[in-house]
């Protein structure tokens, strides 16, 4: 008993010196943990002109640029969509190295150190700094936030975090407080990721843009003028009967007018770089009046020898940037990337298609339009077609007219899959054929694409095999049921346990079968049953032979207009799902059970007044005692 005793004694002890421990080191109530009026000295983010970081002995200084605020330079950070022009952050340079800094970055910085409080005081022992707080002066992040001129207005040391909290204590003091609204990630960053990596940025003087002069280091010089808002011109080279792709030009626009590095090159040479003979330039204008430099040209060099990345830099400045290859990649475009292309599947209007042939390995589909615009099967079975399905499908395939990517001619029929084994499409209109196109090979998100009578290969992102399946069942009409519910007068369940059905007559709803005369009706259970029934549709039409396809549990029935309709009621497909058929049709439908269990409803379900129960089965006596 003792033994035990003290045991317990040991467990409890245990547990309440984490529990102090824990408070400790949060800065919640009790324990050692004390409440003090917080000595953290606030300091508005307006007010803030300076701020020093200080780690590992190295020290970054952040300083308010009060020359640059106003002014307009080519690298100026633009305003996005519709923020007003005061959200603009403020401009801030590094000290070391003299260079602008993410003003961004600084802004998020400033605004923490205004919004940043102290919580309870955890620790005023000195010996805990290091290892347990990591608040001491080798350790910790040092954090001076000056005003005006060169005022200091809060001196402390960041450590380690805890429970979203950071330990802090102010310089010249003992005392640690777990500090809230000041992230780490906010201020321990290298010299290099406080810089500005921005080269160009005039989203707002987008539309001032009038020139762009794309010069290759091959000689081919091309030269894009604003012909109005939306329409750019080729002034040189001149070529007769060339056109132009705006969407491709407004791509490489789109691409310079926030023009960022991915990292600095401050030590390369030019021998590395290649700037100086560059391999590619692009120079920009801007019409007269615009708040941006007249002109500004951007040079490409050499990629960098050891990873994607490709050397850049604005002519007149010193600093050297790195690039993702990608970013070169979007302005690197000659002549003919630039011309619009030939439509791989020429424009036709969604109406005026009739029939679609889809043919793979020798299985042949065919789909026609009838004469009130629904669509049918018309191979391999006849069938009603979903023509929901069709019509999206269409208008999707009329808006993948431009050709891109293209990766050869005949001989990359057969590599690419767009020979004997490609897909074929073929649309035709109520006078004609359409033009085909064979889908092949996907790759990468993209499928291997050509028409018919071209034996060029192009990509497509837009369009896939798995679009045009040659499986009749997936073209199949999905409808289960589709009627107005607000002219349903009739509503009949037939299932195991009982029937019951329910009329409305005057705008009332009342039992027929199932129940007395006058039982209250549940409308809006009814009403229910009937809207998901008024709109029933599959999420797949069933294979045949499928356990539980053929079993019918219950006949739900619904009169609209006069006419009766029905649907049979069938077994379960996995756990989510349930066969359902309409009577007097051949397809098996699969819908989310879910559904069903709005209308496979007994009559206690849609009656207000208790059923009887059904009599007790008559016995000749007492029952056995079953045999052990």
Do not use: C
């Not at 519910?485 to 009332?508: C, I, M």
């Amino acid at each position: 008993m003792g033994s035990k005793y003290m045991k317990r004694v040991t467990v409890l002890g245990v547990l309440l010196v984490a529990q102090v421990a824990v408070m400790l080191v949060l800065g919640k109530r009790g324990g050692h943990a004390s409440r003090v009026p917080s000595p953290y000295p606030k300091v508005r983010a307006s007010e803030i002109t300076k701020v020093a970081i200080t780690k590992d002995k190295k020290t970054v200084t952040l300083v308010k640029d009060a020359k640059a605020a106003g002014t307009q330079a080519v690298t100026e950070l633009s305003v996005a969509g519709d923020k007003k022009k005061a959200d603009k952050p403020d401009p801030w340079r590094l000290e070391t190295p003299d260079y602008p800094a993410d003003a961004h970055a600084v802004k998020s910085l400033v605004e923490a150190i205004e919004k940043a409080s102290f919580g309870e005081k955890v620790s005023a022992k000195k010996e805990w700094h290091g290892e347990k707080f990591g608040v001491d002066d080798e350790k910790a992040t040092k954090i001076e936030v000056f005003s005006g001129d060169a005022q200091l207005r809060v001196a402390l040391f960041l450590g380690k975090e805890a429970g979203g909290r950071v330990f802090a204590r102010l310089v010249g003091s003992d005392d640690v407080f777990a500090m809230s609204g000041l992230a780490s990630h906010l201020y321990n960053k290298a010299a290099r990721d406080w810089r500005d990596k921005t080269i160009l940025a005039f989203r707002d003087q987008k539309e001032d843009l009038v020139k762009v002069t794309i010069a290759h280091a091959s000689g081919e010089t091309i030269q894009l003028a604003r012909k109005d808002p939306k329409t750019w011109e080729m002034v040189e080279p001149k070529l007769p009967k060339y056109r132009l792709d705006q969407k491709v030009v407004e791509g490489v626009v789109d691409t310079l007018v926030t023009y960022n590095a991915a990292d600095f090159a401050d030590d390369a040479k030019e021998s590395e770089t290649g700037l100086s003979k560059a391999a590619l330039s692009v120079q920009l204008e801007w019409k007269p009046g615009s708040r941006m430099e007249k002109s500004a040209t951007l040079l490409v060099g050499k990629k960098h020898e050891k990873d994607a990345r490709t050397y850049a830099q604005l002519l007149g400045d010193k600093q050297v940037f790195l690039v993702n290859d990608y970013q070169v990649t979007q302005l690197k475009k000659s002549v003919e990337e630039l011309r619009e292309k030939d439509p791989i599947i020429p424009k036709f209007a969604t109406n005026d298609v009739s029939g679609i042939t889809i043919r793979q390995r020798g299985v042949v589909l065919e789909l026609a339009k009838e004469a009130n615009g629904s669509w049918a099967l018309v191979a391999p079975v006849k069938d009603a077609a979903d023509s929901e399905k069709i019509k999206t499908l269409l208008d999707k395939v009329s808006r993948e007219t431009v050709a891109f990517n293209e990766k050869g001619g005949r001989e990359k029929h057969g590599e690419f899959e767009v020979d004997g084994r490609g897909l074929f499409v073929q649309m035709a209109t109520a006078d004609r054929k359409l033009e085909g196109f064979l889908l092949g090979k996907e790759e990468g998100g993209a499928t291997y694409i050509r028409r018919a009578d071209d034996e060029k290969v192009y990509q497509t992102f837009a369009l896939k095999k798995d679009d045009f399946p040659v499986d009749a069942k997936a073209w199949r009409n999905r409808t289960v049921m589709s009627f107005s519910g607000t002219k349903a007068t009739r509503l009949e369940v037939e299932r195991e346990g009982g029937s019951w059905s329910v009329e409305r007559k005057d705008g009332k709803w009342t039992f027929m079968k199932g129940a007395p005369i006058g039982t209250a009706v549940k409308v809006a259970k009814i009403e229910e049953a009937i809207s998901v029934l008024s709109g029933l549709r599959a999420i797949e039409v069933a294979g045949g032979g499928e356990p539980g396809a053929d079993k019918v549990v219950a006949t739900v029935r619904v009169v609209v207009g006069g006419k009766a309709m029905a649907i049979k009621v069938g077994g379960k497909k996995g756990t989510t799902d349930t066969f359902v058929k309409r009577e007097g049709g051949e397809a098996t439908y699969v819908v989310r059970s879910s559904q069903v269990e709005k209308f496979f409803l007994k009559v206690s379900d849609v009656s207000d007044a208790p059923v009887a129960p059904a009599p007790a089965r008559k016995t000749n006596g007492p029952a056995k005692p079953a045999a052990r």
